[in-house]
């Protein structure tokens, strides 16, 4: 794959020298490796703040004509089932490209009674497999940076999105402040690598974590990324100084 760099993960080549099939099958060899202690892993990197930030997410949306919500790249389902508790009207349909991370997903659904609201499919969210002006609300958490064809991917969702519906957008970023830069940067580059070692059975995957952090557009690219999808009325809300964004844009 190439000649290893500093700070690059542990037989995986940067993301930004990756083409789209290796990015493609990087994300699903080691995300295949790793639900057991996704939800743990994430809870303790973030100080569960990831907690608080999906909450913050799933209180921004509404619902208003087919009560229905994608959460694509569902991963183990936590959005969808936050969503599902919070606004006791909708149903959820969860979708994820790697098959293994929705098993915990659909155990933890089935532990909240949520089996009948909620439902989870292996999908490519580059080739959604719904229908036009299906649902009034698309979120994706944690998900677009592992996504190397993007606007397709935001293209996708506003398809299946009714008129007005809007599109959720929760994702880790490099802070754009410089003294807050310094102090992220440290626990990026050495915290969280060194945590993730002690846990998990293949470290190398929070590396690519960092990795996908550090190459994440800035909150101005990434709304323009949205903008030339077709998305307006766009808002941005920076959240825990700078570390993620939740992206907002409504379909018209």
């Known amino acids: ?32 490796t790793i639900p057991g202690r996704y939800d743990f892993l994430n809870h303790l990197l973030s100080l569960r703040r990831d907690v608080a930030w999906r909450r913050f997410t799933v209180r921004k949306m509404r619902f208003f004509d087919t009560f229905r919500l994608l959460d694509v790249a569902t ?19 969860g979708i994820d490209f790697v098959s293994e991370m929705l098993v915990p997903g659909k155990r933890k659904i089935a532990g909240k009674n949520l089996s009948g609201r909620i439902d989870l499919l292996q999908a490519d969210a580059t080739r959604l497999p719904f229908p036009d002006a299906r649902f009034d609300a698309a979120v994706i958490a944690f998900g677009i940076r592992n996504i190397p064809e993007k606007p397709r991917a935001l293209g996708e969702m506003r398809r299946v999105l009714v008129p007005n519906g809007r599109v959720y957008v929760l994702e880790l970023n490099a802070p754009q402040n410089r003294l807050w830069r310094k102090i992220f940067a440290p626990y990026l580059m050495r915290v969280l690598p060194g945590v993730a070692k002690l846990f998990s059975r293949n470290p190398a995957a929070y590396l690519y974590l960092v990795d996908s952090i550090v190459h994440f557009p800035s909150p101005a690219t990434f709304l323009g990324l949205m903008e030339e999808a077709g998305f307006s009325e766009l808002k941005h809300y920076s959240l825990t100084l700078g570390i993620t964004s939740l992206y907002v844009g409504s379909k018209r």
């Open 1 to 32: 794959m190439g000649t290893k760099k500093r700070g690059q993960p542990d037989g995986y080549p940067t993301v930004a020298g990756m083409s789209r099939d290796q990015h493609i099958g990087i994300v699903k060899e080691m995300f295949a």
């Open 75 to 93: 991963g183990t389902a936590d959005i969808a089932i936050e969503a599902a508790l919070m606004h006791p009207k909708i149903s959820v349909i």
